[in-house]
């Protein structure tokens, strides 16, 4: 039975192994993605890696209007939201074909 047990712990410890080196490449990949986030009818347009770093911001000049800044302001905020949700699709789906069948708890995934 022990020998069953060492077993069980050196396989295990391989997949371990596998899974860190699977979640690395997978790391690395979404640091070259772009997500794209917009609204407004895409006047505002942000861009962000897959590890949510803002890379750019494009506003046409049509979503500018001096005298309502809040609005612009509100459209700049709406596209962010947009494309982090976008981002956290994105790493849940990368992610979640390395992370099945551990039975993690919710937010427990990388």
Do not use: W, Y
């Not at 790391?27 to 590890?51: F, Y």
């Not at 939201?81 to 976008?86: E, G, Q």
Request: glycine share 10%.
């Amino acid at each position: 039975m022990s020998q069953d047990f060492s077993k069980m712990m050196r396989d295990a410890q391989k997949s371990l192994q596998k899974m860190q080196q699977d979640m690395a490449k997978v790391q690395e990949d979404l640091k070259g993605v772009s997500v794209e986030g917009s609204s407004g009818g895409g006047a505002v347009k942000v861009v962000c890696n897959g590890h949510s770093e803002f890379i750019s911001v494009k506003i046409k000049p049509e979503a500018v209007d001096p005298a309502d800044v809040e609005t612009l302001e509100d459209l700049v905020l709406a596209a962010i939201k947009d494309a982090s949700v976008k981002t956290q699709a994105l790493v849940a789906d990368k992610t979640g074909s390395i992370t099945k069948g551990l039975n993690l708890p919710p937010g427990m995934g990388f």
